[in-house]
């Protein structure tokens, strides 16, 4: 009798040794050294339980991992695309791009305002925009990270800037240097192949996004830095490259930014504008739209015949203050409240401590390499 149980206990000792295994390979390692004396581990199994049982137990930890699905913290692929097309709003329809930022029902896009007032001394924005976009001097990039590319609830996407290169081809064979390392994560969703990121207005203080995004009226390029940027578009398969059509980036330009950097910016471009053709009538309308005769800040510019667009408009140059002060500075100003006193973002819904400036913008996007 003790000879037989001695030879059930022998018989039950491999089993245990492959659970005490596979618990190893999910934590730590079990064994460290590869001559310990077996005699000593402790090969006792539980009583009034089922051995099968506890080797099952054992070998089948808990493995499901957890994501932000933000940028590159998604499960699945990364699809890398670069975009092709960027397209100003329009006044009206779907073509304005307007949106609800702050989540009062409200949709709002401040930039098509903008490009309307610029319209009328007959500056089309939208030539130079393109023709910055097609020479690579405006480079913007898109990863999505999903398991799928029908539905999915977990999706990363990341926008990023390129650095300048070669003249794009966007046929795929492009390939770009990112300007940052991690880019601008954002967390999303795909349905049907349609791509939305999380909604401006639910975004957190640690979860909202910003982005560098530029545009051009035609001299150099005009800063749009975004703050609580939103992302959408269709990804689809076309031919052997993935593309997103109908595409569009929304995100709010914060008044400090504003007055820091995109007026200097506008009076800048604008400058230069009139001075590279001073007796164009486009030249003419830009200074009657920025130089006032009776706007003190016009006035005490003048003083300096050479700094007067309406004196020398070769030589001439066109203030910051006198861009605040036009028509264009009355559109060129905040529309919401999103961000609270320390300047972090938090949507008031129909607040009017206004501090941001809503900005939408078309784009299309097909494969790259970066």
Request: charged letters at 15%.
């Amino acid at each position: 009798m003790l000879r037989l149980r001695a030879i059930l206990a022998m018989s039950a000792i491999p089993a245990v040794l492959s659970a005490v295994v596979l618990v190893g390979a999910c934590t730590t390692s079990y064994f460290t050294d590869d001559n310990a004396d077996l005699s000593t581990l402790d090969l006792a199994i539980p009583t009034g339980s089922d051995l099968a049982t506890a080797t099952k137990d054992l070998a089948t930890p808990d493995l499901a991992m957890q994501y932000s699905c933000r940028g590159q913290d998604a499960p699945g692929k990364s699809y890398k695309l670069v975009m092709n097309q960027l397209t100003l709003p329009s006044s009206s329809g779907t073509g304005s791009f307007a949106y609800d930022f702050d989540g009062d029902g409200r949709t709002e896009n401040q930039l098509k305002s903008l490009i309307s007032t610029i319209a009328i001394a007959g500056l089309d924005m939208q030539k130079p925009l393109q023709a910055a976009v097609e020479s690579g001097q405006i480079i913007n990039l898109l990863a999505i990270q999903s398991a799928a590319t029908d539905t999915a609830s977990c999706v990363g996407v990341t926008l990023n800037r390129g650095k300048l290169g070669p003249m794009p081809k966007f046929d795929g064979s492009d390939v770009f240097s990112p300007v940052t390392l991690f880019g601008s994560p954002l967390g999303g969703s795909l349905l049907s192949g349609k791509l939305a990121t999380m909604d401006s207005r639910i975004l957190k203080a640690d979860t909202e996004s910003s982005f560098a995004l530029s545009i051009s009226l035609g001299r150099g390029l005009l800063p749009l830095p975004l703050r609580g940027v939103h992302v959408e578009g269709r990804l689809q398969l076309v031919g052997s490259l993935w593309q997103v059509s109908a595409g569009v980036i929304h995100g709010v330009v914060a008044k400090s930014d504003l007055d820091s950097k995109v007026l200097p910016a506008v009076a800048d471009q604008v400058t230069q504008i009139i001075n590279s053709d001073p007796f164009s009538s486009s030249a003419r309308a830009l200074i009657n739209l920025f130089e006032s005769s009776t706007d003190p800040v016009s006035v005490n510019k003048c003083v300096i015949a050479a700094r007067c667009c309406r004196l020398n408009p070769a030589t001439c140059m066109i203030l910051p203050d006198e861009v605040r002060n036009s028509s264009v500075g009355a559109v060129l100003s905040p529309d919401v409240e999103v961000l609270d006193e320390m300047g972090k973002w938090k949507p008031v819904p129909g607040g009017k401590k206004y501090n941001a400036m809503s900005v939408g913008i078309g784009f299309s996007a097909i494969s790259a390499s970066f």
